[in-house]
């Protein structure tokens, strides 16, 4: 084998190592659930607590966490009003990687706020809108969700544990 044909079998090699290694890259993304009602504890008291679950099912960390909870009054002509409501806490900065041990359930994360009803009714002109934003730790893709919940969605009660998102002795709420 010659010089030259030594060379091509190097740079064909290297560009079919390169498109392997972009596919896995592109392949292994974020994988999230999120819940399809949001929780609320001490309902119809002050003290009530609205509550989104999140599940990381991924097997790598996720990173630069991005999230928002926008409550949204939908106009007749297409454009929404948004307002942000704060979480109660600070912003999450990651959360851990998925695990099959049961002591250890850190990638399941419950985000919580405090949602004043009488200055943000839910009815069929209002909403609330979550969104979310995640990159992987390994491959530095970025997943984006968007959940949209409605009065209906607000369900009374708390989540399950591990990596469920349902939500146990629950009841719907009267807004």
Do not use: W
């Amino acid at each position: 084998m010659g010089f030259g044909s030594s060379i091509i079998t190097g740079i064909v090699s290297g560009i079919i190592a390169s498109v392997c290694f972009a596919l896995f890259l592109l392949l292994v993304k974020p994988k999230v659930k999120i819940s399809d009602q949001i929780c609320v504890e001490n309902e119809g008291e002050k003290d009530a607590v609205y509550r989104i679950k999140i599940v990381n099912c991924t097997f790598a960390m996720l990173t630069n966490l991005r999230y928002v909870l926008a409550y949204c009054e939908m106009h007749g002509d297409g454009i929404n009003t948004i307002i942000e409501i704060a979480p109660r806490k600070s912003h999450l900065i990651s959360i851990d990687r998925f695990n099959l041990k049961k002591d250890n359930t850190d990638y399941a994360v419950r985000i919580s706020y405090d949602i004043d009803t009488s200055k943000y009714p839910l009815n069929d002109k209002h909403k609330l809108e979550f969104t979310f934003i995640a990159d992987h730790s390994l491959s530095n893709t970025t997943t984006c969700i968007r959940k949209e919940y409605f009065a209906k969605d607000i369900v009374a009660g708390v989540f399950e544990s591990d990596k469920s998102v349902k939500i146990i002795r629950k009841h719907k709420c009267d807004f």
